[in-house]
């Protein structure tokens, strides 16, 4: 009988294995030797053992380049692990039921009422999910997430709503949750071209304004950011949450939620109004974005969402307002951009997140 201690190691080891395949896919034992410092005869017995529960196999895999046999490549088996992500925002419901690896195998949406009640979402992804066998579900929401509660989301008009309560009820299993800004900063990380940076920072525009947190490769634990609701004018307009002068409501996020492209295509064309909408509007996020890079020292932003026509449109403003509002030395190494994954990032991150739970439970 295995020693407790020797067990651990040999879960712990095989937990390795299942990530280093699920993130970066097929791979020949030897390359799995080199990459996760174990020697030979380790990887054999533990491709050995996750073979016989399923959730890898052995196929023919690359050629050599020479006449010899083509290397043999170790991979996950999709369909060994399921998980149900979920993207809830206002307009839609979009569902993605992504396998062990990373391949999505099946993809759904279905239309929300504006201002929808949370039990009417909750109704709705269930219709979406129907019944499907998955081994966890995750739900991304925009806003504030604390747990299986909607703290605040400007998007959807929910506080202090217990969704993952709503969600069980709905479809009879527990969900997972996490805001729309995190989950895209986890799937950028994992599944974009993110992955070189040690602390990210991604910025969601929906009808409201928030921000994820990747720190030493990890999600920042609890809620995302509220970029929203950061005071950028003390005088400015009243917004929708009492406080006066926040980002949202001083760049008009709700119109530029639903016409950002209408707007920045004018203003390139050279529409004097549009040029200022889009200048006030960028000068209004640098001045954010600065307090923020000052808080959490991040190597790199990405603007999702309609952030990404908003900055494509006015970058040059955002960087000048955000020197203004940053210590040379926080900026110097910063690097400001779009994201790889576009909107699949959300949906991406929710599955990973899930994913990361299973695999993490195995060790």
Known sequence: MARPATEELRRRNRSALLDQLHRHGPQTRA?????LGLNRSTIGALAADLSQSGHIRETTGRSTGSAGRPSTLVECVAEAAQVAAVEIRSGLARLSVVGLGGAVLERAEAPLEADIEPLEAAATVAHLLDGAGVADAVA????????PIVAYSSELGWADRDFGTDLLKATGRHW????????AAVGEWSRGDAGGSANLLYLHGGRGLTAGVIVDGRPRCGSSIALGHLVVAPEGAECRCGLRGCLEVEMGASRFAEAVETTTVAAWMG?????QTVRR???CLGRALGAVVTATNPDEILFGGWLRELYLASA?????????????QLRARLRLRTP???AEGPLIGAAETGFEALIDDMR
């Not at 997972?176 to 989950?183: C, E, I, L, Q, Y």
């Open 340 to 342: 790889a994954l576009g």
């Open 176 to 183: 997972r949750m996490v805001d729309t800004a995190t989950a």
């Open 31 to 35: 390359e799995l030797t080199e990459a």
């Open 140 to 147: 991304a929401v925009p806003g504030l997430v604390e747990g």
């Open 281 to 283: 509007s960028g000068e």
């Open 271 to 275: 529409d004097s109004v549009a040029r």
């Open 316 to 328: 040059a403003t955002v960087r000048s307002s955000l020197a203004a509002t940053t210590l040379p």
